[in-house]
């Protein structure tokens, strides 16, 4: 599925982009809020898969383990994690199928769908695991130039109120697009069963993008509402934590 408007795309960002090349060294499993915080700055992951899980008080296990019957094994597994907390053994299972080209007619091109699944278990000894929460998104119909995924380094495991339950934080983006616009950017932070997000726009490079700069959705998330009635370091978390990815480094497409 590239384009024109990739190779166009490649050729400004040579010349408006210095590329970071370091990556971060492994980050320790007893880091606090605020060392969170102040480390979590995006690098420049080319894997697509490359997600990094950290934690303040949980010990976080990326060993492979079964996946369960309901879901399927077809799909691509972008991610798969666990832990203990006071809740019990969990585990985060992230998956992403596409892009399926979509059967339909009278298109003058083919178009394609692509979508993201997430799952946040409680392992059981006997039988299957508690489902959490899921998460479901796509990007569908598409003519152009197609993507859904993790943007990389972004998944956290916190105890940000010291409760003993985990909070999982991670953020995607997904685009269908023709020319040099911002993604949509997806922050999804759970505690247990209850949700919070922020949803908006991407920031492109300066230079970059056919939407005006003075546009307040460049860079911004529709509102705070989901945290409404949370503990106040929750919010705290996902701001600083949207701020430190919402600048769009790579023009991602399938």
Known sequence: MKSLFTVCV?????????????????????????????????????????????????EIDTSPFALPSFLSDQKELLHQSSWEDKNGTNQLIIQREGPIENEAEGLLSPSYTAQIYAYQLLASKEGEPQVLWDIYDFEKDCEFDLWIGLI??????????????????????????????????????????????????????????????DDDRIGSYEDEKDFANQPESFLIFAKNHWKAFVEEKEFDQF
């Open 152 to 213: 990389p380094n972004t998944l956290r495991i916190t105890d940000l109120d010291r409760d003993g339950i985990s909070e999982t934080t991670l953020v995607y983006k997904k685009t269908c697009r023709s020319d040099v616009s911002p993604a949509t950017m997806k922050l999804i932070m759970h505690e247990g069963e209850e949700k919070m997000a922020l949803r908006g726009f991407m920031k492109l490079p300066s230079d970059f993008g056919v939407m005006s700069s």
């Open 10 to 58: 490649s050729i400004l960002l040579i010349f408006s982009c210095k590329e970071a090349t370091t990556k971060k060294n492994d980050v320790s499993s007893t880091k606090t809020s605020d060392q969170i915080m102040a480390e979590d700055e995006p690098t420049n992951v080319q894997a697509n898969h490359d997600v990094r899980a950290i934690s303040e008080v949980f």
